[in-house]
């Protein structure tokens, strides 16, 4: 398979769409399927030639030439259609992008949230749609990238690929999130964080940027400073000393 399966970022959406389409079917499968049949990149100009009788076959696999019916209704799979087309495609759930370039924000974090519509922490690690990636200092909080994770599903190892999308960053927020994948995020060198609750990411980096001044133990690793507790206690020390 290609480094690239998916050459834009309007392709892959267009893929995450119709594969919620389907009744939810798994977006790798989707890709691999789509791949076979338009060879990759996955470009819009190659799903835009695709028709309900491709899909129909695609989706049938193996038993197409046996008219399969594959279980998804015949409106379901016009919808998908015209979303891989780009047929009433909403980019208006897309978050507008702030300039950044490295050493902009002095002291700053970079933390990844688990999002899959709007400005919003509202997925779960291994099945949201994107990552919005944002830069938090004391004073500022910046969205710089929104990754799609179309590519990394389409990996073999998926939640591998991605930790490896958001291994720039020192946090990932998510709603949940499960052990074995937990795992490999903190490999990457990740700080995973569960806010099962989810809501607006900018209010969930809001209490964080708020820590940033005194930071707990596990936020003063991250950020390679002492933490709070650790402060005071070396300050007595010296204190102690001098007297």
Not at 19 to 37: C, F, H, P, S
Request: negative net charge; glycine residues 8%; contains cysteine.
């Amino acid at each position: 398979m290609s480094e690239t399966p998916v050459a834009s970022r309007e392709a892959a959406l267009r893929i995450a769409l119709a594969a919620r389409a389907l009744n939810g079917l798994d977006v790798r499968a989707l890709v691999g399927a789509l791949i076979e049949k338009l060879a990759a990149p996955l470009t819009e100009t190659k799903l835009g030639t695709l028709t309900v009788e491709d899909l129909r076959v695609i989706l049938a696999g193996d038993f197409a030439e046996q008219g399969c019916h594959v279980g998804v209704e015949a409106e379901s799979l016009k919808e998908a259609i015209r979303l891989l087309w780009g047929q009433g495609v909403d980019h208006s759930d897309f978050p507008a992008i702030e300039a950044y370039a490295e050493g902009d924000m002095p002291g700053s974090l970079r933390v990844a949230v688990a999002a899959n519509r709007g400005e919003n922490l509202d997925g779960h690690f291994g099945s949201c749609e994107r990552f919005l990636i944002y830069q938090v200092s004391p004073t500022e909080i910046r969205l710089i990238a929104v990754r799609s994770t179309v590519e990394a599903d389409a990996a073999e190892d998926k939640n591998a690929a991605r930790s490896a999308l958001i291994g720039d960053s020192q946090i990932v927020y998510v709603q949940s999130i499960g052990g074995p994948a937990a795992a490999k995020v903190v490999r990457a060198g990740v700080h995973p964080v569960k806010k099962p609750a989810g809501g607006n990411a900018r209010e969930a980096l809001l209490e964080l940027q708020q820590r940033l001044s005194s930071p707990p133990p596990w936020l003063a690793q991250i950020m390679g400073v002492p933490s709070a507790s650790l402060a005071r206690f070396e300050e007595e020390m010296e204190t102690g000393e001098a007297a």
